[in-house]
């Protein structure tokens, strides 16, 4: 796999589905931080690697674990995740891997990430 593998996989949007209200009942204290449900989507790698067993995508949100995507069936893998998140500023960039290297051996490989999304949860 090579660089190519991923450089536009968050070029798709990170669409937020936002659930609850917060704030001061007299606007002069902060709102409280909320849960929210948020989806995220990228478009979709073709190598065959990342759509086959052992292969998917990882999901790095800046101040959280790393999310692995991997593949289960069909003929992609997943392309979309929701996650909870609380108010705030989030770095979201997505790599794409595979079970097998470039040379077809079984070291694996990992794309580069992709170019960071800012995602502002309010």
């Not at 190519?4 to 990170?14: F, G, H, I, M, V």
């Not at 849960?35 to 990342?50: C, I, K, M, Q, R």
């Not at 996650?83 to 989030?90: H, K, N, S």
């Amino acid at each position: 796999m090579k660089s190519r593998l991923l450089t536009r996989q968050l070029a798709a949007a990170a669409l937020i589905v936002l659930s609850g209200c917060g704030g001061g009942d007299d606007g002069s204290s902060p709102a409280p931080a909320a849960n929210h449900a948020v989806t995220l989507a990228w478009a979709p790698n073709h190598e065959t690697g990342v759509n086959s067993a052992g292969g998917g995508y990882q999901v790095m949100i800046s101040g959280q674990p790393t999310i692995m995507v991997p593949f289960t069936s069909g003929l992609t893998a997943p392309t979309s995740i929701v996650v909870t998140l609380q108010t705030g500023r989030y770095l979201v960039t997505v790599s794409a891997f595979a079970a097998l290297d470039a040379q077809g051996g079984d070291a694996g490989s990992l794309s580069e990430p992709s170019q960071p999304f800012t995602l502002i949860v309010p």
